[in-house]
């Protein structure tokens, strides 16, 4: 049988600027970040409610929902079998569609955007990618060693400008002012869709 791909699907007014939105949850990820409220309940698996395809539609039909998101995890790393998935939920829900990705798979994120399969992606820009030093204060916010860099900022390049597309940067406490200033001004100056600093919050693992 196959394992279940989405969880905990959700009403939303928060996640999306002025916008009730239908958020689906994929359980992977490539990285392990810092305090992610998201992946700490997905890794463990409590509290999981797994949802079918036909689930997600239904929602989407709601009058009051106006799109649809789908966040993780990371989806994409799920490759051709969440293509799949995504071709199926464009095919039957009349809504824009917003995919969160962490960047890191330019290729998947280009053929998404060409076969239309989003109306814009949601990228968290954790660090100022396009510094060459630091690398050890972006390994403890992701967890992750060896980050192509470069490969995330050609996702944040090629997802730019499209209707429902926005960056977000948490106000980590390992972030200094001066490298939390570096990344908003970078962003104004260089990348015409939303760009939003979101404060740390804390909480109990469990």
Known sequence: MREPM??????SLVDHPETISAVVYTRFCNWNCWGCHNMKYLLKG???VSYTMEDIIQAAKNPLVELL???GGEPLIQGDEFIDALRYLRQNIE???RLDTNGTSPELVKQVKEEGLVDGFAVDVKFPYWLEDHDN???????????DKSAILKTMKMVDGMPFSL???VRYPILSNELLSCITT???DNFTSPHFVNTYYTFNNV
């Open 69 to 71: 998101i789908i966040t």
């Open 186 to 188: 970078y962003m104004k």
């Open 137 to 147: 204060i972006l390994q403890k916010i992701t967890g992750t060693k060896d980050i």
């Open 6 to 11: 989405f969880f905990n699907l959700q009403c």
């Open 46 to 48: 409590k509290d999981l």
């Open 167 to 169: 960056f977000r940067t």
């Open 95 to 97: 809504k824009p569609i």
